[in-house]
């Protein structure tokens, strides 16, 4: 028969086993959402780009169809002022 201490140090080592496992699992797990993370955080910085990018061109838009000026000559008003801003963007983008 057993002895009750094998027993016991039996049950502990299983109960250790258990624990390691979990303790790997969390750690996979932990890896996985941090990359997910990261992976959000890039989409979220992207969107904001794109946003403030939409939000340029609105007022782009709302500068132009306030002057009172002929149709082509508001094309060509609205084109100077999209290089204009993606020139300021580049240039701020480069010193961050």
């Known amino acids: 028969m057993s002895n009750p201490i ?14 390691i496992n979990a303790y790997q699992s969390e750690i996979s797990k932990n890896n996985q959402l ?3 993370n990261h992976s959000l955080k890039g989409e979220v910085e992207g969107l904001k780009a794109k946003l ?6 609105y007022k782009i838009a709302k500068i ?3 002057t009172t000026v002929e149709k082509d000559e508001s094309v060509e008003l609205k084109n ?5 801003i993606k020139e300021i963007d580049r240039c701020i983008a480069h010193m961050s």
């Open 52 to 57: 403030t990018d939409f939000q340029n061109q």
């Open 64 to 66: 132009v169809s306030s």
């Open 34 to 36: 941090e990359a997910q």
């Open 80 to 84: 100077k002022l999209n290089e204009y």
């Open 6 to 19: 094998d027993q016991k140090l039996e049950g502990l080592e299983k109960r250790v086993n258990e624990l």
